[in-house]
């Protein structure tokens, strides 16, 4: 069968790739219009959903910026503080279309330390409550405010990294066999991220309004940074050129420091977002905790250049890649937390740690990956990872 065809792009080509675009504008507007979808009109009820995005406490007031997240428009008619009707403003309207967002402002005398309880209820009668568990007080983006989360960074971030990275030496000094059991040591760690990062962004993305396919943003984030990531290391790859496998492993630990720094930051993001809402308890045994859960990241970021001479510049950006982050997102859950950018980032963290643990696979054979020693050093890093997880869990 012959196709006449004429390849370029001509002006006819480009009208023929309107048409559909053009046809598919019409139905749209169509069926948005009402055309269609009063067929299906009955005398239902209006589905009605509201969604508390997040909540913000000033001395004697309370801030709810919600969404309406279901398919029919809807009004806050009154609201109630601890079983009581409490007058309130809503900004910019009290009736929002679907997906349009509005502050619910309260003047109420909160207590620090107390839980508030809040009802909004609809004109139809319908009520959405929001819980907040601990009251205290939303810090507002002042310098002082910066530097306080900054070391909270880096305390949990940036230090632990580094002390991992301090063992490079130390490393070095490994035979051929020592060196295949912390690779697969490696690869471990990185796995327990991956469970990690995925399980905590289905977490987030439950919670989230159904309008938002929470699960479908995750799925994006892990594939997409996934893809890319893939790209840039076969594109790097090229550009080296063959038999240059230093340089191979120079890329990895980029990589893997890349990827470590995109789970730190979802990290911080849960951080700074817990410690606003009075949940994180910033004793001694937490701080221990994050300093022995992310300072094995330290041996994952520095284990495919141990072979590498030591260069201090080298080392020192791949800890401010790697633990940097998570001073960016104690700032981001402190001011501005968002679920949205939480899921995202975690998974762009899953994404990237996947591609990393190819990426080192990759490079070995399949009967020294699959050696006894080495499986044990697999499942000893995934074993490590989930025990100092679990204390910071229990902190």
């Not at 045994?285 to 520095?302: C, D, S």
Request: charged share 10%.
């Amino acid at each position: 069968m012959m196709v006449d065809s004429k390849p370029g792009l001509t002006l006819g080509t480009i009208v023929l790739a309107l048409i559909p675009v053009l046809l598919l504008g019409g139905v749209t507007w169509f069926l948005v219009r009402g055309g269609a979808v009063a067929i299906f009109r009955t005398d239902l009820p209006a589905v009605e959903r509201i969604h508390v995005l997040r909540h913000t406490l000033a001395p004697d007031v309370i801030h709810l910026d919600v969404v309406n997240s279901g398919p029919d428009p809807v009004s806050i008619a009154q609201v109630m503080v601890r079983g009581a009707f409490w007058h309130h403003d809503v900004t910019p309207s009290r009736t929002l279309q679907p997906l349009d967002t509005a502050r619910v402002t309260i003047p109420f005398p909160w207590n620090p330390g107390e839980p508030v309880e809040i009802q909004m209820l609809t004109s139809t009668g319908l009520t959405f409550g929001h819980e907040i568990e601990v009251a205290s007080t939303t810090p507002r983006p002042t310098a002082a405010a910066f530097g306080r989360f900054s070391l909270l960074g880096i305390y949990v971030g940036v230090i632990p990294v580094a002390l991992g990275i301090a063992w490079f030496p130390f490393l070095r000094r490994l035979g051929r066999r020592g060196l295949g059991f912390l690779i697969s040591l490696t690869v471990g760690l990185l796995a327990f991220l991956v469970v990690d990062s995925f399980f905590e962004g289905l977490d987030i993305a439950r919670g989230l309004p159904g309008v938002y396919h929470g699960v479908a943003l995750l799925v994006l984030g892990v594939a997409g940074t996934y893809l890319v990531l893939l790209s840039v290391e076969r594109t790097a790859r090229g550009a080296r050129g063959p038999g240059r496998a230093g340089a191979s492993g120079v890329l990895i630990a980029w990589l893997v420091a890349l990827g470590i720094g995109l789970h730190n930051l979802g990290e911080g993001l849960a951080i700074g977002s817990a410690y606003v809402l009075g949940e994180l308890g910033l004793g001694a045994l937490l701080v221990v905790g994050f300093t022995l859960h992310n300072a094995t990241e330290g041996i994952a970021i520095v284990a495919p250049i141990l072979d590498q001479r030591a260069r201090l510049s080298r080392l020192a950006g791949l800890g401010l890649l790697a633990g940097g982050p998570t001073i960016l997102g104690c700032w981001i859950g402190a001011f501005t937390y968002s679920q949205l950018w939480a899921l995202l980032f975690l998974g762009m963290g899953a994404g990237a740690i996947v591609q990393v643990i190819g990426a080192i696979v990759g490079r070995r054979p399949l009967s020294e990956t699959l050696s006894p020693l080495n499986v044990f050093g697999l499942v000893a890093g995934y074993l490590v990872m989930y025990g100092t997880g679990f204390l910071v869990g229990a902190a």
